[in-house]
């Protein structure tokens, strides 16, 4: 449940909610951050695995449809699907990123950037597939990316 803001209404501006002088609502878990001109409430960082900057190609299989995108940054348990149409939330996929030794991973749409792509939650099966990701993550984690 939201808390009623008087005077004030919602607006969103690069990922971010800023306030405009209207009635609006304000959602729960969003923090305020001060400076000048419209006060910008910010969402709080929820995730609490380390996301590493990766950048790779990646075919999303979706129904019969194969889309072509790339990676912008990837954890354990997501990862930043760069893409100038991305699906919608709740959308689900199997993606294969392009590697050497390819990985296949199981998508779920959780939020998107406008013009940018989406940020998905990545499930795995076990095998080969949830061995070669552990052991990309296991790779980047000790180069420091």
Not at 81 to 110: M, N, Q, Y
Not at 128 to 136: G, I, K
Request: aromatic share 6%.
């Amino acid at each position: 449940m939201g808390v009623l803001v008087a005077g004030v209404g919602l607006r969103r501006t690069n990922g971010e909610i800023a306030l405009a002088p209207r009635l609006g609502i304000l959602g729960r878990g969003f923090t305020r951050s001060m400076g000048s001109g419209d006060q910008v409430y910010r969402r709080p960082d929820r995730r609490w695995a380390p996301r590493y900057s990766f950048r790779a190609n990646l075919e999303i299989e979706w129904g019969s449809a194969v889309l072509r995108a790339s990676t912008r940054d990837i954890s354990s348990n997501g990862m930043f699907i760069e893409s100038a149409d991305p699906l919608w939330i709740g959308a689900g996929f199997t993606a294969h990123l392009v590697l050497d030794r390819p990985v296949k991973v199981d998508c779920s749409v959780k939020r998107i950037e406008t013009g940018q792509g989406m940020g998905v939650a990545v499930t795995l099966s076990e095998g080969l597939h949830e061995q070669r990701y552990q052991d990309l993550l296991t790779s980047l984690s000790n180069t420091g990316s």
